[in-house]
């Protein structure tokens, strides 16, 4: 193994052939790493040490909050132009992280809340620090005549071996039982102990993958980003994806803490419905691609617009008003119906981003974009996490009764409490977005 730091001004067919094997292996142990460390699990973590909806919803927005950082990034990429060094350095601090993660509940007492948020939040910041600098490395690396090829085998193989970890994982943590002699449950530490090696191994990957010299003599500025709010159609855009992402982003974590405190489910049925979604989506995404060359961007994200919110409106019916004999055939269908948005949107709105950027600024309106995302994206989960607070306190119930003396029925249509209410608002905030969709031209970018 040699772990070479300076950039190459060449490499030769061995070297790249050689450094996209470690790549593949990077992929397959940090998906790993992220399948135990991050989603349900992290999430369950968090309930387990008495997090409240708010918190909750603070975890959620944290990753997409640190992905803000990669704007400050691409000027110390610039600068040093070491993208290897900070990729790595970036992401063994990361994952560092993890490791007091797990250590958490035993060293930090009362104060293991903070630390949770802490360890998140440095987890979150270096690595989404390490993946810009990663992503400009491996735009180099690569071979342009393979790079579509090899990054859809490298993510097929991740997200296999990712999910079927996670569900043994989530077997693991179902049926764990806890020692006597200890003080603390420290399943979801093992757990998390596990994600920190494979995070580790991941970067020793990593550091073994050559990097080419920088020869692009662009320059990129922090001012640039004004530059796509003064484009009346671009800044149309730039509001509905702001407006949409904000309703996504507000109702999609709290999914899981529905199915694990409202519904009492276990965390394997959690993961296996979120696998089964994911399988959804990555099946589907030739077909939106296709639909999206045949009909356009606009009525592709509007239909899988659709798909999602109809899978909100279906989730204060999964308890009527507790768990019965309809709630997992009502969540199948949910999670059908995400797995059918969530390739949909996420494909569309890329390429609609693209498309009304011009080619000679695209940078500013790509990364202007990647910015609003997040932001809606972060702030979020913190309104839906306040919003929960006081929809706790909220019931509202629609009974049908017929009155006979002898064979009384009851029948409860609506039973609407709690998330219920962030549900039904995030799809209120949906339908607006595709209001503003409409205004939003797709027919190229101005001039």
Known sequence: MTFNIKPQNILNDNEINTGLRYLLLDGIFSQSMGSLATGAFLIAFALSLGATNFLIGIIAAIPFLANLSQIFVTGLIEKLRMR???SVCASTISRIALLFLALT???FGDSKLIALTIFVIMFSL?????????NSWMRDFVPQDIRGRYFAKRTRFSLLIGTVLSIFAAGYVDNFIKLSFLSVDPKYSLLFAIAFILGLLGIVFLAQIPEPQIYSNGHFSIGDLKLPFKDKRFRKLLTFIFIWSFSYSMVFPFFIVYMLTRLGLSILFVIGITAFSQL????????WGQLIDKYGIKPVMRTSALFFLSGLLLWPYTTLPERYILTIPFLFVI????GFASGGISLSSTIFSYKLSPENKSVSYITSYGTVASLSAGVAPIVGGLLTEIFMKMHLSLDFNWEDALNPITIILTDFKGLDFLFAA????????????KDVSENGCTP
């Open 126 to 134: 270096f690595g989404a620090i390490s993946n810009a600098a990663f």
């Open 426 to 437: 995030g799809f209120f905030i949906g339908l607006y977005s595709l209001y503003i969709l």
């Open 335 to 338: 999670y059908l119906l995400l």
């Open 280 to 287: 959804i989506t990555v099946s589907l995404l030739p077909i």
């Open 105 to 107: 509940p035993f060293i």
């Open 84 to 86: 290897k060094i900070i």
